[in-house]
């Protein structure tokens, strides 16, 4: 039934199995076409998200689209640049490309990474507009979230992105899988969580990541380009699947994502707000500027592979796999930063008209984490 041509492009195949790694690479400054022991690209898979394909064995099994060995490095909730500048020069390091889901804000407050990511070859995806928890939301706000998040990141990276979407926290309203579906964009949840956001180490990340694939055999691999664990383990990982003989399927589009209008004008909004507030308060704007390696050396490959179209266009498949964990967020939470936010939950309302309804210690507190370090409160899966 599912019939994925494929086509072995670019071997650039760990010749002798070993830790050569990615210190040698930078030393080195070879071509990809020279280094050993790195990863490379094994295939590029083109894929027609007409219908709305849902990939990822953790919640579905719809398409198995990968061979035994075979990985999808997914990086998500970014760009943040420190960090995210650390995973591009360990995939540069590797020769090897990944799909980046970039939250809608995130990418307004740094284009130019957004742009550096695309010009190293990576795919650029969305994650929503600001990381809301899609099964919390009604379809009016939701629906926000997924196409502000596609049009913003359209905005910065100057060009439309792939129609490749991660639902946040892989929470996934069957109605906005239909709404999705309708837009015609693919739905990509994982097979092996690295657990990035529960650890500072970046060998514990390693470790859990190569315990999980190594359960599967396969699968799409999910990491945050914010977290200090993937920034910090990045490296290290790609030598290992090097050693271990994975190899690394790049997922390009074959149609880039259409915004809409009324989104991309929300989107033009934001971004010009954020520059005049930039403006007003240059220090409050990135005054730090990382260095980014040059990346004219990557070898240009063609992707041959294709999805025939049509094949996705039946009824949505019932949904199969373990459930995942809901995590908790709080109205409040999920009012920030939305531009237009929409009208208050009932409760709020009932709130207002009584004050002595007070806010539990729990939201108050969880408020309090939430603005010390918000990115790993919020942006955990
Ligand atoms: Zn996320």
């Known amino acids: 039934m599912m019939r994925i041509a494929t086509t072995l492009l670019v071997a650039l195949t760990a ?38 394909p849902r990939f990822g064995n953790m919640q579905y099994k719809d398409i198995d689209f990968l061979r035994p060995g075979e990985v999808v490095l997914t990086f998500d909730d970014g760009p943040l640049r420190p960090k995210t500048t650390a995973v591009l020069n360990a995939l540069e ?12 804000r995130m990418a307004l407050v740094d284009p130019s990474m957004v742009k550096e990511i695309d010009r190293r070859g990576h795919t650029v995806a969305t994650h929503t507009w600001s990381h809301k928890m899609q099964g919390r939301l009604g379809y009016a706000r939701a629906e926000k979230e997924i196409e502000l998040g596609i049009s913003a990141v359209s905005l910065a990276l ?9 639902f946040p926290y892989l929470s996934d309203p069957r109605r906005m899988q239909q709404h999705l579906k309708e837009r015609g964009q693919g739905i990509f949840s994982i097979d092996v969580d690295s657990l990035d956001f529960r650890t500072r180490s970046g060998s514990t990340m390693v470790r859990r990541t190569l315990a999980g694939l190594k359960r599967l055999g396969k699968g799409v691999l999910l990491f945050h380009d914010i977290q200090r664990s993937t920034a910090s383990g990045v490296d290290m990982l790609l030598d ?10 790049h997922l390009v589009p074959k149609k880039p994502a259409a915004t809409l209008p009324k989104y991309d004008r929300m989107a033009k909004r934001e971004a010009d707000r954020r520059k005049k507030i930039a403006s007003r308060r240059p220090l409050a704007s990135r005054s730090i500027v990382w260095p980014v390696s040059n990346a004219s050396e990557f070898p240009a490959v063609k992707p041959l592979e294709i999805t025939p179209p049509g094949l996705f ?69």
């Open 313 to 381: 266009r039946g009824p949505l498949p019932e949904r199969s796999g373990r459930p995942r964990a809901p995590i908790k967020q709080s109205r409040e939470e999920l009012a920030r930063d939305d531009p237009e936010p929409a009208e208050p939950h009932p409760k709020k309302r009932a709130r207002a008209v009584n004050p002595a309804a007070k806010d539990s210690s729990d939201a108050a507190a969880l408020r309090g984490a939430f603005q010390e370090d918000w990115r790993r409160e919020v942006f955990n899966n």
């Open 93 to 104: 390091a590797h020769c090897t490309k990944a799909t980046f889901f970039m939250v809608g």
């Open 15 to 52: 010749a002798g199995v070993g830790t050569v790694g990615s210190q040698q690479a930078h030393a080195g400054k070879r071509s990809c076409s020279e280094r050993t022991g790195i990863l490379g690209v094994s295939r590029i898979l083109e894929v027609d998200t007409t219908g709305g």
């Open 240 to 249: 290992e699947l090097a050693a271990r003989g994975y190899k690394v399927v």
């Open 158 to 166: 100057g060009k439309p992105v792939a129609p490749f979407f991660r």
